[in-house]
Structures are given as C-alpha cells and as structure tokens.
C-alpha cells in the first residue's frame, strides 16, 4: 500500500474541504477502498474518515426516508421501516456479500464500489477504467462477469451492487455536497455515466464531492422482489439480479418498475419495457414480451452468451412472483 | 499517529503508520496472533474480530479508525476458562488445522447476538422475525467463514449446541 495523509473530520463541511486536496478519497467502511489499496489499483494521497460526521441515521423525511450516506449495510437491512415497506431494498442487501461485510459497508461506500472485473484487478492486465487509454484486457479474455447492455469498446465492467439495483428500482433520491457547502439532490439515474469512450468516469460527481444521504420516497407499489442469480447460494456477487417494484389493481399492473444487476456497467432499467406491463393483466407471453424489449439491444460476447437466457428467465421468474 | 485501542477489556496506546490494518495492529504491535490472516481481501473470515459489538472483517478495516474503539479477539472470548461456544467447538471436532477457528469463533459468536436481535437473512422466508437457526439459516448467516479443511459440519453442530444451552 502506498502511503497517505489521513484525515477524521467531524463535519461534512470539514470533509469536502479535506478531499478538495489533490489525491484524496473518502473512506467509509474501507471494505472496497482498502481492499484496492492493497492491490495498488488505487493509490489515494490522502483519505478522509467518514466515520465521524455523524451521517449514520434512518431518519423519517416526508413521505419516505432519509438514510445517511455512513448507515451499514446490516442497520440498514435489519431496519424494520424498510423491512416492512422498502422489502426490496432489505433483500438486495441482506443478498450482497457476508455478515461481517455489511457490518462495515455502507450507503454511500455501496453505491460507489469499483467494478469487480478481473482485469480492473490486475495491475499487470490493461484496463481503460484503470488507466485511460490502455486497451481493455476483458474483451479478448475470459468473460463472465461482465456486462451485455450498456458496454462500449472501451469496456464492458459490470457495475456490481445490489443495493443500487434496489434503490433504482424505488426511485431513490442522491443527496450531495461540494467543498463550496453546494448542495444539490439528483436521481439515481443520473448518478451513474456509462463507459463510452471514458470508462474511468463512472458517475456524475464532482471531485470532493460527498454523499450525505440517499432519499427514500414512499414506494409506489407494496409487491415487491428481489432476486439473484450467482455461481454459490451465498457470498458472491450476481450473474443477473432483479429487483422489482409493483402495485396492481383489479388484476392488472398498474405501476412497475424494474431494475437490474449483472447485465450493465450501471444499475439498469428499461422504462419502455416497464410501459409493456401497464393496464395488462400478468401472462408469461407478456413476461416475454418485457424481456424481449429489455434485452433487444444485448451485446453478449463469447462467455456472456449465458446471460441473455438466463435474464429472460429471471425476468419471467421475478414477474410471476410479483404478480401471483 | 497516536490511537487508543480497548482490546479484550485491555486499553493500549499505540504509534501507527496509517497504512495498518487493525488485523496487523493486532498481530504485529500487540502479539495477539490468535486472528488470522488468510486471503487478506475480506474473502475468507479467519481475521473477524468482534468491533464495537459487531463482527468484521479486521484485514479490511484500517486500525486508525478504530480510535477509541473496543475490540474483541478470539483470545477475549473466553478468558479464564472457554466460552460455551468455545468448548462446543472441541466436543464436536470443528477444527482440524485450525487456521479458521478463532474467525469461525468470533463470526458466530456475534451471529448469535444477531440472531437474538431479530435480524434477517437472505435465506429468511419473512423479513419480521425472531428466526431458528435452521440449517439454511446456519449456513447463510456463517457463510463470510470460509473453512479449507471443509470442517463445516463439526462447527455447524458446536454452533447449535452453543445455541441450545444458551437458551
Ligand atoms: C468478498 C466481498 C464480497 C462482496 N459481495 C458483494 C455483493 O454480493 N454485493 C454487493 O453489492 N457488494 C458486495 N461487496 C462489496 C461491498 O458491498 C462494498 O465493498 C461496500 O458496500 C463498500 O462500502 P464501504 O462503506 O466499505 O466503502 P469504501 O470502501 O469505504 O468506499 C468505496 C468508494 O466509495 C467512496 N465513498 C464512500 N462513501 C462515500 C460518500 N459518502 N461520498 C462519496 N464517496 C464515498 C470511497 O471514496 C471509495 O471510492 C463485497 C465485498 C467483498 C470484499
Ligand atoms: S483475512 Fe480477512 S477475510 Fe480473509
Ligand atoms: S480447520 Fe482448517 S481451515 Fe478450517
């Protein structure tokens, strides 16, 4: 590991004006930070402790929640405000990786976790996301863990979180600070970038800028799913994962929102596939017709083929579960 | 940097480069060898240490930010004679090399306060609670402790008898 400053403010103020400094990162649970430290596929100058702003609260906000960017992933999980109405977003968490990992992991450090391409990994390997410009490695390697929508030739990385796949499917909320106290509050679809020709710039925030918080709106619908397809039962991250918000009414799918893990290098949703769904009473030939719509543009390459049957499967799965 | 670290009820003052992880603060500064460090990338559990009152992985976390904290090791589990758990562990051979034990030790030993507080798993048919420790609930809840020895169903049978005594 290469050495570094480090900073424990005790104030989101005091940590946006620590990391304005060149090189530096934030640190929450570490769980992901440290772990590529290690590696020496990130080297950060300076980190600055998150652990003391006092951002580690589920507060009620409105009609929903507000979850503080420093909450773990196993508060947040164990909640019974969000066990008994955001189910979803307990089962995408209580899905991703162990006990002692959640205990560590939190909001803000879940949403921004890298990648877990190998290649991105392997510092010996080239990797656009690590060092723009190198080629990618992935695209005549071994592939399995990687995206089909959304890719570029520049890279096809997968983004890997549960909870994100989660929070997309809720219409979640990211509130943000810079180092001038700004503020603003953005949705989770505009948090993410897609690779292009710049797989390094992952998501819209600007440097330094925090994560304070992920607002929760009161879900539109109480039929909730999440599901995921990994290599083990436990303990691994997804080939493909769903989650799913709906409400029906009469019979028929009034809302549906829909998200997924394991098929793109940002937390997907298709909303004219939802669309299929609306003022329809629930068919497989109708599951097949969302599934036909979410993956008309997939791009497997040789090792991903797998993954277009098995998300038509999932997706058909998750739907009968949703609608039953 | 100067930190305070409670370990084991024992407070230490202790001059750290940053870069420390609190599994080597505890292996290399305070000789308590009894955490292990296996994959050391949050991988295999042989370094969960009990912080703060819940498990972690000690090779992912930076000692620094421990500050002022308190830690639990395997050797604070059971300090004058073995805990219950400890005790189940030899009854039923949970060990063979013995690499994972004192992680499979402090996971389970934090697991079960997790269990008594209700919370869920992803095995859970309902997210409202309280759960058994069925089989599939063992095996999810456990499933950060990864054994090489394959001694699973040896510390799969302590784990539920240190459970149906504590009851
Ligand atoms: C073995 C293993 C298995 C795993 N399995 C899964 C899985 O199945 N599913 C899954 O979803 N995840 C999984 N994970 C990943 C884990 O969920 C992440 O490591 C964790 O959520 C990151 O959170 P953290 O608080 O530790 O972040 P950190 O490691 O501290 O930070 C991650 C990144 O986010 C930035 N950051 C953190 N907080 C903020 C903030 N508030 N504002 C701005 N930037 C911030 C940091 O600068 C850093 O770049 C696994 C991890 C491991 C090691
Ligand atoms: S040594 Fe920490 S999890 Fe393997
Ligand atoms: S006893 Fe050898 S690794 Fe578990």
């Given amino acids: 590991m290469r050495p570094f400053d480090y ?15 060149a ?56 909640d019974p405000r969000i066990r008994s109405q955001w189910p979803v977003l307990s089962r995408a968490l209580l899905a991703g990786a162990s006990g002692q990992l959640r205990n560590k992991a939190t909001t803000g450090g879940n949403l921004l976790q890298r990648t877990r391409c190998p290649y991105f990994y392997d510092t010996s390997a080239d990797c656009n996301k690590r060092d723009p410009g190198a080629g990618c490695a992935a695209l005549g390697g071994v592939q399995r863990n990687h995206a089909i929508l959304g890719t570029s030739d520049h890279c096809v990385a997968l983004h890997p979180s549960d909870m994100a ?41 600007a440097p330094a800028e925090l994560i304070t918080a992920v607002h929760l709106p009161a879900p539109h619908g109480d039929r909730q799913v999440y599901r995921k397809v990994r290599d083990r039962a436990s303990y691994a991250f997804a080939l493909v994962s769903m989650g799913a918000v709906l ?54 390459h040789e090792g991903t083929e797998f993954k277009v049957p098995l998300a038509r499967r999932v997706v058909a799965a998750v739907l009968r579960e949703a609608t039953q | ?42 991988q295999c559990g042989a370094c969960t240490v009990i912080a703060g009152g819940r498990r972690i992985n000690a090779c992912l976390s930076l000692a620094v930010t421990h500050d002022g904290g308190a830690v639990t090791t395997v050797e604070g589990l059971g300090q004058d004679e073995l805990s219950p758990l400890q005790r189940a562990f030899v009854e039923h051979d949970g060990m063979q090399c013995g690499y994972c034990t004192p992680g499979q030790l402090c996971s389970a030993t ?31 809840r456990m499933s950060g402790n990864l054994c090489r020895c394959s001694c699973y169903p040896g510390i799969n049978a302590a784990i539920r008898q240190a459970r149906e005594t504590a009851e």
């Fill in chain 1, 165 to 205: 796949v989660a929070l997309r499917a809720l219409d979640a909320r990211v509130a943000l600070r810079d180092g001038d106290g700004l503020t603003r509050v953005i949705a989770m679809d505009d948090l993410y970038r897609l690779p292009g020709d710049r797989p390094d710039l992952e998501t819209t925030l």
């Fill in chain 2, 1 to 42: 940097m100067n930190i305070e670290l409670t370990v084991n009820g024992d407070t230490h003052q202790l001059d750290l480069d940053p870069r420390v992880t609190l599994l080597d603060a505890l292996r290399d500064h305070l000789r308590l060898t009894g955490s292990k460090k296996g994959c050391d990338h949050g």
């Fill in chain 1, 23 to 78: 090189g530096a990162k934030f640190l929450a649970g570490g769980t992901n930070l440290v772990d590529l430290m290690k590696l020496e596929v990130m080297a950060p100058t300076a980190l600055v402790d998150l652990s003391r702003l006092g951002l580690d609260r589920i507060e009620e906000d409105g009609e929903g929640l507000r979850l503080g960017a420093t909450v773990t992933n196993s508060d947040l999980a164990a």
């Fill in chain 1, 7 to 21: 900073h424990r403010p005790d104030a989101p103020d005091a940590a946006c004006h620590a990391a304005a400094e």
């Fill in chain 1, 247 to 300: 409400a029906m009414d009469a019979g028929r799918i009034t809302h549906a929102a829909l998200a997924y893990g394991g098929l793109a290098p940002r937390p997907w949703r298709d909303t004219e596939a939802e669309s299929l769904l609306i003022g329809e009473r629930p068919s497989e030939a109708l599951f097949a017709a969302v599934a036909d719509r979410l993956l008309r543009d997939a791009h497997p």
């Fill in chain 2, 110 to 140: 934090a697991m079960l306060t997790e269990l008594d507080q209700g919370w869920p798993s992803h095995v859970s048919a309902e997210l409202d609670g309280p759960y058994d420790l069925t089989e599939a609930e063992l095996a999810e």
